[in-house]
Every structure is written in structure tokens, then in C-alpha cells.
């Protein structure tokens, strides 16, 4: 624990970013009393910023919508009630290809302020302007009448168009939403950021072979003259305009309710309806147990949760409607492995923990995201090993942490707490480091302040803000239980001033901590620390600095150990977010203890070990024959997670020099990690029995053998699983395949894979396009057919997937992470260039090429001592 303490007091050496948004107006253009109706071009647009005014303030959204599941098209009127805070003649809000035919300002009494007509003026992106004949007076309510009609979207945005085959291979349409971030002015007019919280009283118009869904239970069904059903959903609590969500589809359903009367029910389509049970039995348990960790109900009547056939992400938070990709959601006894058991059950998790942090409390803006994605990421370890601890998903949260340092030592990192203020911008949000790094940061912090204060903390957070909003230091006030402006003391606890809290709230550890400054050490500044570790008789001496290439190093820290002790082992389990070096004699003693006694150390610490050894190489720190040797222990090793991590390594190696077509060096490779972990994979049996993580582990031991991959090596092996692949009615199953289509070294059936998908996505969806680029990209005969496919089809690409999105993330990163030469770097390089105007808008660029430098950097340091080390142990 002390050592822990003095670790996590160090913050990152740099000077510190803050993530301030620019200054928001909130002064309305001049108005006038009475003025003519707006012509064409008669005035500009008034407004001049990407964020709303605040001076206008939506209350609540009537909103009534007509799809046609036939024409694929749909109408909709939304009357908003507004509250005008200072007098203007102008309502500015949110709508993105929609067509707007009536617009009508309407006062308290529902009754016109004026003869004239209100025009809307479209001529900014996503913004629209209603002006208002008369003026709005400051302090009073008014109304926002707008009738409006649009195509259902063909992408994963807005109120779009999905589908799905049955079994006798007739094609069927729904409708679903997708808002968060901004996509909800997509759908229907409103003020689509999320501090503008209201309440939404919503009306679907449907036939009668088709169910509607949307946040709320239905509180009224009307025939309609023309034999329509018209669905009156309950009024909504207060949320952000991309929390609303509504569904027309013939889906089936089952329901259960939970210990304290909330519904929940899981709705796929008709043929999946047998694969929807597990997902039922696990959202139930887990929504029992948020409300007990969060100590608050939760605050709606009913929980849907539905598996959509087209959707981009992996899942969508919607209050009371979560939405899900059907791998993310269905689960085939028949077919569906262990690990997607884990994977079913962690986003479930995830969305479910999303109903508070995120939903309850909002973040102010985009800039914070982390306060929903980071918590959420992590809830889901916390509530998964209550729930169901046989899954062991403690296992999983090293991946986490690393896929989070993996990114944080790139010079293209950013901070978790980061400005954004464009669509492209607050997309990328949503990556690795807000949900990664933002739950292993959250996880450091749990374990600093322990369990039992964390948790009091957070749930004090939930209480404060409730159907509010929040920023960063919200969050810390809560935790140090400093008292907000107007605090409620109904739990019976006291809270302290700021300046008291910091004196008194860790008085147990032994510090006087102000929480604030030591958090915005890791959420306002880029990058992972690394500790260097140098023993110094009965001290150790601790220096901190940025790891990356160009390093800044901070003072010595100088900690008490004693002579007597052997050996040193920092970051106990790894609850910090950090890497620590070794310098001196420190690595060859952790060598020999894990070859005597690799047990003294837990599996966590000796993956740790693993890990910071290995990265440590990439950035010239450590000689890779050295942290080859520290893996020499592991033919004793008997636990999963350290034995799946130093595979890792060796395979990503034998990747990197296949590529790079090094015969001595790929032979040799090969030989020594089928040699070495021999026993290991005698061991292996084809039954699907153990734990999660032992049929992880015998997964990826066996992967090169699998009969699918074997199978998608012949003609009509390959053509047999494609047939299967258009048949089969389980998603997981159809991912498996897709890997091993994907794996064939045929570059013919390669392209064919791709450019299907590219060109006509029925076969192999366009949602899984993304991951399909990707799969080809780690295929050592696929990966320039890749880039060149992503070269050539790039408009494509953006115009199925959002600029920012995670699917342009993932082709991007997918294509070019293998890259290890001048030479592919320089045409990645180029590429961008050509595509200046929209690789400006993207980090991940940045991202991409960093990573095709670190790959280049890894060989220049590391080729020769691998071809050495590997000519000593074959011989």
C-alpha cells in the first residue's frame, strides 16, 4: 500500500492541458418588435458558432412520427416547448437533411404570435434558424410547431433503414435510431447537444404488422381512420437529445421483471427469438445489481434491450431502449463460445451502467466523455465478477490497461479530458482512451481510495447531478465529499469545503490530498508515466517521466526498503497506470525469481512484468534478449493471462518479420514458439471445457489449426463456408467464418471478400466491412491488397461511415498497423496528403503513422538481437 501511495502521488511530468471549451454566446441577435417575414437570402444566417445559443432552452419535445416501411421514407411534426431566457426574434437549432415545411412560432396558449410565417433559414451545416415575426420575450414560454419528412437513412445514423433475410430468403424492413453524438438532428428537429436536457412525449404511427418501440412503455394505442395504429409512448424522464431512440419492426420478444418491478425484455428478430434467453437472464441480475452498488432505483418502468441486424457500433446506451449489434446481444448455445458468453455479458454490462453514469448524469459536453465511456468500461469489470464470477473477467482488465498504453505512448495521444467542438472531432472521442485508459485510471483511483470510499463517492455523484450534468471536477468533489453549491444532506453524511476536504477526507492514508490537483495530473495531461526503478543499497531511487522516445524526467524519489531485501517488485498487480523500468541488476533478479520461484509473484504482476519488458524494448529501453529471457519461465507457468501474453509478443514478431520477408528469422521464429510451447499445446484437447480463459488460451493455441482456417485454404472448402456464411442465422457463428475467409492466402478470393462488401454489402454486410479490411489487412497475402482497397474506395468509405467513426478508425488503423518500412510509411504519408481536407479533421492519422514509426524503429533496434538470440536457442 505505501509503495502504491507514493507511485500514485507522482503525476506526469509536462505542463498542463486544460480542456476548455471556447466561450459559448449567449447574447441573441438585436431584436426587434415586429418585423416582415424572412425571404430567401434576405438575411444571413444569425449565428456564427458550431455550439447553439444558450439563451433558448427546450423543455419538452411532442414529437409524432409516420415511417413507411414501404417507401422507406417518413413525416413527423415536433412541437417543442422553449424557454427564452432574453428577447429575440430568433430560434437556432439542430437539423441535418431534413425537410422542413412548416415552421410556426405558437405562445403559452398554443395560439400564433403572429399572422406572418416563420421561414427556416438553411444556410450553415446542421443548423438551422426559425424567424420569429414578432419578438420573443425574455423570461416567457413559447412554442416551436415544425412538420418535416426525410428518407430513412442508408448508413447506422439518424432514423434509418435495416433488414433482415428469413430463412426462405425473404428480405424485411425496420427502422431504428442511432443519435449519440450528433445524429439525432437527423432525425427530427432539436437542440441536439447534451446539456439541453428535456422531457420528450413521442407518437409512432404504424401498421398493424409492426411493433413500436421507443424509451418510454406505451400509454395509449389509437386506430386511425386509414387502419394505422398510432402508439402514445408515456412522457420521458428529462435526457439528452442522443439518448432518444424508437424502433418500428416485427421483432419477437421475451420479458422478465426484475426484484423491484422493472420489465425487461429482449426483442430479435423472429428466427433469433431462441438465442435472446441468456441476454434476458443476465440483463435482469445485473440491473438488480446497479441498483444496489448505486444505492438509486432505477428510474424508468421498463428496460428494452434489442438486437438490430444493421448496426455500427457494438451497442447503444438509449435510456430504457438499448440498442445492439446481434453479436453483442444474441447468444447460440449451439454455436456461441466461451468467449462470446464474456463479450455478450461485458456489453450488456456496460449499457446497463450507461442508465446512470451518462443517462442520470449527463457529461456537460463532448470534451468529458470519459465520465460516461471511462466509468462504463469499467462497471463492467465491478459488476460482471459480482454477477458472474466463474467468467474470471478480472483476466481481461490487463487488456485493457495495455490496449490503453498502447495508445498513450504515441506522440498522437491526447489527454482523456480534450477539447472537441466539430461532429469529425467529438466522434473521435470515442476511443481507446476515454473508455481504456479512462477505466484503468478510475481503477487506480479505487484502489487508492479503497472500495468502500469509491463507491460512497461515486454514489454521492449520482445523487448530486441526477437528470443534470457534469464536468471533471464534479466528479472529484464528490469523491472528496466536498460540498456543492446546494448539497443535500439526506444521507446523513457531512460534506467539506474544499480547502476542509483536502485536509480531511485521506487522513486515513496518511496524506493530506488534494484530489483535484492529483487527477487532473492524469486526466489533463497526455501520455503514461514511466517509473525507473534504480536500487541503491537500502534505498530505491524512483524518477518519473513521459515514456516515449523524447523523455522528460522528473527528480529522484528516494523510498526505505532495507537491505535485506532481494528483490523488488513495483505496481503491485498493476493497479497503477504506469510502467516501471528497472535499471541496473533489477531485471536480471526478476529473471532468475520467476525462473526459481515464479509463484512468489501473482499472475497479474507477472504479466505486468511481461508487458512493461517488452515495451520497454520497443522505445530502446531494454534489450529484447533480456526480455526474451524474462519469458524463458514460462513452460511452468500455469495460468492463462501471463502465458496468452508473452504469445502475444512472439506472434506479433513472427508477423512483423514474415512481412517484412526475413526467411532466417521467420523460420527460426517459428520453430522456437512451436518448439517452446510444445507441451503447452500437447495439452490442448478440441473440447470446449474449462474456464473462459482456458478456452481463450486453447483458442489461440490451436488457431492455426482450426478446421475452419484449414477448410478456407481449398476451393471448395472456401466456397463451402461462404454458403454456410449466407445461411447462417447466428452472427457469431458467421464472425468465426469470416476470420477464416479471410485468412485464405488466395489474393482472388480476397478481393472478391472486400470488393463484394464494398460494392453491394448484402452478403457480407456493411457493418462488417470494417472488421472484414481489418481481417484481410493481418493476412500476410492481404494486407497491401487491403490499404490499396481502402486508397481506392475511400469516398466510399466515408460516405457509408462517418468521417470520425469508429469503422474509419478501425480500416484506418486495421490497414496500415502491420506497415514496417520507409517505404510504406512514405506512401501512407502521400495518401493522407491526397486526402488533406479530411485527414486534417482526423488524430487518428497521426495515430497511424506513429505506429508505422514505432514498427520501423522495432526492427532497426531489435532485428539483429532477435536473429542472434534466436541462432542461440535452435542451436
Known amino acids: 500500500m505505501v509503495r502504491f501511495l507514493v507511485l500514485a502521488l507522482l503525476s506526469l511530468a509536462g505542463v498542463t492541458q486544460t480542456s476548455a471549451s471556447p466561450t459559448q454566446a449567449s447574447e441573441p441577435p438585436n431584436p426587434t418588435e415586429e418585423q416582415p417575414p424572412l425571404g430567401t437570402g434576405s438575411l444571413s444566417f444569425p449565428w456564427s458558432h458550431l455550439r447553439l445559443p444558450g439563451y433558448i432552452v427546450p423543455l419538452h419535445y411532442h414529437l409524432l412520427l409516420h415511417p413507411n416501411l414501404t417507401m422507406l421514407s417518413y413525416s413527423g411534426t415536433v412541437r417543442i416547448e422553449l424557454q427564452v431566457q432574453n428577447n429575440t426574434n430568433w430560434v437556432v437549432l439542430h437539423s441535418k437533411g431534413l425537410r422542413i415545411t412548416t415552421a410556426t412560432m405558437l405562445d403559452q396558449n398554443l395560439a400564433h404570435l403572429s399572422d406572418k410565417v416563420g421561414y427556416s433559414l438553411r444556410t450553415k451545416p446542421f443548423q438551422t434558424a426559425i424567424f420569429s415575426p414578432r419578438v420573443l420575450s425574455g423570461g416567457q414560454k413559447y412554442f416551436l410547431f415544425l412538420e418535416f419528412g426525410a428518407e430513412l437513412g442508408e448508413g447506422f445514423y439518424g432514423f434509418y433503414r435495416s433488414t433482415y433475410r428469413t430463412s426462405s430468403g425473404e428480405t424485411r424492413n425496420l427502422a431504428s435510431t442511432h443519435f449519440e453524438p450528433t445524429s439525432a438532428r437527423m432525425a427530427f428537429p432539436c437542440f441536439d447537444e447534451p446539456s439541453f436536457k428535456a422531457n420528450y412525449s413521442i407518437s409512432i404511427r404504424r401498421s398493424r404488422a409492426h411493433t413500436a418501440l421507443s424509451n418510454m412503455p406505451v400509454e395509449q394505442t389509437v386506430v386511425l381512420d386509414d387502419g394505422l395504429m398510432e402508439d402514445r409512448f408515456a412522457v420521458s424522464v428529462r435526457m439528452s437529445s442522443y439518448l432518444v431512440a424508437f424502433i418500428v419492426c416485427d421483432f419477437r420478444s421475451v420479458s422478465a421483471t426484475t426484484a423491484s418491478g422493472v420489465k425487461v425484455s429482449v426483442y430479435a428478430a423472429p428466427e433469433k427469438w431462441q438465442q435472446t434467453h441468456y441476454a434476458l437472464k443476465a440483463a435482469v441480475k445485473l440491473l438488480e445489481f446497479y441498483e444496489k452498488y448505486f444505492n438509486i432505483k432505477y428510474p424508468l418502468p421498463k428496460q428494452d434491450l434489442v438486437a438490430i441486424p444493421d448496426f455500427q457500433a457494438g451497442a447503444m446506451e438509449n435510456w430504457g431502449l438499448i440498442t445492439f449489434r446481434e453479436t453483442s446481444l444474441l447468444f447460440d448455445p449451439a454455436t456461441s463460445s466461451g468467449s462470446d458468453r464474456v463479450w455478450v455479458t461485458m456489453v450488456i454490462a456496460h449499457e446497463l451502467a450507461h442508465q446512470w453514469f451518462g443517462n442520470l448524469v449527463t457529461m456537460q459536453w463532448w470534451n468529458d466523455i470519459w465520465l460516461n465511456e471511462g466509468f462504463a468500461r469499467y462497471m463492467e469489470y465491478i459488476s460482471v465478477n459480482a454477477t458472474y464470477p466463474k467468467l474470471r473477467v478480472e483476466d481481461y482488465l490487463v ?477
Open 399 to 875: 487488456d485493457t490497461c495495455f490496449a490503453a498504453i498502447g495508445r498513450d505512448s504515441l506522440n498522437s495521444s491526447r489527454p482523456i479530458s480534450s477539447a472537441a467542438e466539430s461532429p469529425t472531432q467529438i466522434e473521435e472521442m470515442f476511443d481507446t482512451v476515454s473508455y481504456d485508459k479512462g477505466a484503468c485510471v478510475l481503477h487506480m483511483l479505487r484502489h487508492y481510495l479503497t472500495d468502500q470510499v469509491f463507491q460512497s463517492g461515486i454514489v454521492r455523484y449520482l445523487r448530486r447531478y441526477s437528470y443534470s450534468n457534469a464536468h471533471n471536477q464534479d466528479l472529484w468533489d464528490s469523491l472528496a465529499n466536498t460540498c456543492s453549491e446546494e448539497e443535500e444532506f439526506s444521507s446523513g453524511e457531512h460534506c467539506y469545503s474544499s480547502r476542509q476536504a483536502a485536509k480531511n477526507a485521506y487522513l486515513y492514508a496518511g496524506e493530506h490530498l488534494d484530489l483535484t490537483s492529483m487527477m487532473n495530473t492524469w486526466t489533463l495531461q497526455t501520455g503514461v508515466p514511466l517509473v525507473t526503478v534504480t536500487r541503491q543499497g537500502s534505498h530505491l531511487l524512483l524518477k518519473q517521466e513521459r515514456f516515449l522516445r523524447t523523455a522528460h524526467p522528473s527528480d529522484p524519489t528516494c523510498v526505505e526498503v532495507g537491505e535485506e531485501v532481494g528483490w523488488v517488485k513495483v505496481n503491485v498487480d498493476m493497479a497503477g497506470y504506469y510502467l516501471v523500468h528497472y535499471d541496473g541488476s533489477g531485471w536480471d533478479d526478476l529473471i532468475q525469481l520467476l525462473k526459481d520461484n515464479h509463484t512468489a509473484l501473482t499472475f497479474m504482476d507477472r504479466t505486468h512484468l511481461i508487458h512493461n519488458a517488452f515495451q520497454l524494448t520497443t522505445a530502446g529501453r531494454l534489450s529484447l534478449d533480456k526480455a526474451l529471457d524474462l519469458i524463458g519461465y514460462l513452460r511452468s507457468e500455469s495460468h492463462t493471462v501471463p502465458l496468452l501474453e508473452g504469445l502475444g509478443y512472439l506472434e506479433a514478431f513472427y508477423r512483423i518479420v514474415e512481412r517484412r520477408d526475413i526467411p532466417d528469422v521467420t523460420q527460426n521464429l517459428r520453430k522456437y514458439i512451436l518448439w517452446y510451447f510444445r507441451d503447452v499445446i500437447d495439452r490442448q484437447t478440441w473440447s470446449d471445457k474449462g474456464s473462459v480463459s482456458e478456452r481463450r488460451l486453447r483458442s489461440e493455441l490451436l488457431s492455426l489449426y482450426t478446421v475452419y482456417s484449414v477448410g478456407a485454404q481449398e476451393d471448395t472448402g472456401w466456397a463451402s463456408l461462404l454458403q454456410t456464411y449466407t445461411h447462417s442465422l447466428s452472427e457469431t457463428h458467421k464472425r468465426k467464418i469470416l476470420s477464416a475467409l479471410a485468412s485464405s492466402r488466395d489474393t482472388n478470393k480476397l478481393t472478391r471478400c472486400v470488393q463484394s462488401s464494398i460494392l453491394e454489402g448484402e452478403v457480407i454486410r456493411t457493418q462488417d466491412l470494417d472488421s472484414l479490411i481489418a481481417m484481410v489487412a493481418r493476412n500476410p497475402k492481404g494486407h497491401h491488397l487491403a490499404w490499396s482497397y481502402v486508397q481506392k474506395y475511400w469516398s466510399t468509405l466515408v460516405d457509408k461511415f462517418q468521417l470520425g467513426s469508429f469503422s474509419i478508425r478501425n480500416i484506418i488503423i486495421g490497414t496500415t498497423a502491420q506497415f514496417s518500412s520507409t517505404e510504406e510509411l512514405t506512401e501512407v504519408r502521400v495518401f493522407f496528403e491526397s486526402i488533406h481536407e479530411q485527414a486534417s479533421q482526423l488524430r487518428v492519422t497521426e495515430v497511424a503513422m506513429d505506429n508505422i514509426q514505432k514498427n520501423i524503429l522495432w526492427l532497426q533496434r531489435n532485428l539483429g538481437t532477435l536473429r542472434s538470440w534466436l541462432d542461440q536457442q535452435i542451436d
